[in-house]
């Protein structure tokens, strides 16, 4: 059974960082590409980063320059940093990979106060 929990979500005020981790298990972590969608109330879900198996990594335009996707495949685990936050970055952040069927963590609150 595949399962993806997330972590490090919170309030935080504007100009701020957060760090959101994803721990993975039951597939073979080191050959999945991981993503980080978000969703904001009455929003569609909405593609935040990616980081394919081999470490290349694709940004949403809106957060270019001030999150970073980036994976440990020894602890299994992806990472998300946000810094230079901004109250439309307010939104429930999950992880999700694609192996044999998307598979989605149950998120984490992030919301960011102006």
């Known amino acids: 059974q595949v399962q993806l929990v997330e972590s490090g979500g919170g309030l935080v005020q504007a100009g701020g960082s957060l760090r959101l981790s994803c721990a993975a298990s039951?597939?073979?972590?080191?050959?999945?590409?991981m993503d980080w969608y978000r969703q904001a109330p009455g929003k569609q879900r909405e593609l935040v980063a990616t980081i394919t198996s081999s470490g290349t990594t694709i940004y949403a335009d809106f957060v270019k320059g001030r999150f970073t996707v980036s994976r440990d495949n020894t602890k299994k685990t992806l990472y998300l940093q946000m810094n230079s936050l901004k109250p439309e970055d307010t939104a429930v952040y999950s992880c999700?990979?694609?192996?044999?069927?998307?598979?989605w963590g149950q998120g984490t609150q992030v919301t960011v106060s102006s």
């Open positions: 039951g597939i073979d972590f080191s050959i999945n590409a």
């Open positions: 999700h990979t694609l192996w044999r069927r998307h598979w």
